[in-house]
């Protein structure tokens, strides 16, 4: 299966072989990641993953880039829907490369092994963390579109009805708040671990965001205070030009 490699590569360049292997594709990376190399290695992926939803990358003939742009294998994968719908692992990554991987934290989205029949058994096992992002509207349709992401999450990753319902009304309460008291356009990340669900909103505006006293009379503005109330901890991380306000769900680790 290996090709003939080609004796030099320039610098900052990537040749990627496509190869059928059993039940998936294998594209092999030669060269050094680069943000030209990355915008290649993206398309390569987006053209791989819908024929048969299932990639394998192999890393052994691809020389230790910077940490940072080892974020195009989670990004590519997030990008075609993420698992199971499109399955992605990494194989034959040196020493050197493996530990840029793992200080990047990329096996926990895009898994790591360390041969190609070892890679090929993960492509049928959930990665350690799976997310799903949507970017969102200033518009009151937000929302609806919120809760379908999180539904159509659930349903792929096997979570159960209640989790299905408390992540929809989280989720439904953050980009509600975006959508009526920010007024700017938001994503929402979703992710599962095994053992906490988790939903994110990021904005657009640095505005302070507390829970208000509760008006026992208005028949509204009790977002936060219901997030609060059904989450296992929830928190406003602050950004440059917004924030992110996130919640954390428990969820009973399957039998």
């Known amino acids: 299966m290996d090709p003939q490699l080609s004796p030099v590569i320039p610098m900052h360049e990537v040749v990627i072989d496509v190869h059928d292997y059993l039940d998936c594709i294998v594209l092999r990376l030669r060269g ?5 190399s990355n915008v290649q290695i993206r398309e390569s992926i987006a053209k791989s993953l819908p024929d048969t939803g299932r990639v394998l ?8 880039p910077p940490v940072s ?23 034959g990554a040196d020493a050197t490369l493996r530990s840029a991987l793992v200080s990047g934290r990329i096996p926990e989205t895009v898994p790591l092994a360390p ?4 890679a090929h058994a993960l492509l049928d096992q959930r990665p350690p963390l799976v997310r ?9 349709s937000a929302p609806a579109a ?3 992401l999180v539904r159509e999450a659930c349903t792929a990753w096997l979570l159960p009805q209640d989790v299905c319902e408390t992540a929809e009304l989280v989720a439904t309460e953050l980009v509600t708040n975006a959508v009526e008291h920010v007024h700017t356009s938001s994503r929402l990340t979703i992710t599962y671990t095994g053992a906490v669900f988790r939903v994110s909103v990021r904005d657009y505006c640095p505005v ?10 208005a028949c509204r ?12 901890i929830w928190r406003v991380d602050r950004h440059a030009d917004g924030k992110t306000v996130w919640a954390s769900l428990a969820v009973d680790p399957p039998n």
Not at 57 to 64: F, K, R
């Open 115 to 118: 041969d190609i029949a070892s």
């Open 69 to 91: 742009f080892l974020a195009v294998f989670p990004a590519a994968l997030a990008a075609a829907g993420g698992w199971p719908s499109a399955r992605l692992v990494l194989f």
């Open 221 to 232: 503005g009790r977002g936060l205070h219901l997030v609060a109330a059904l989450a296992q």
């Open 132 to 140: 799903r992002h949507r970017d969102l509207p200033p518009h009151p």
């Open 208 to 217: 302070p965001i507390r829970p208000r006293p509760i008006d026992i009379e």
């Open 57 to 64: 990358i192999d890393l052994s003939h691809l020389h230790c």
């Open 146 to 148: 919120a809760r379908m």
């Open 32 to 36: 050094r990641l680069s943000l030209r």
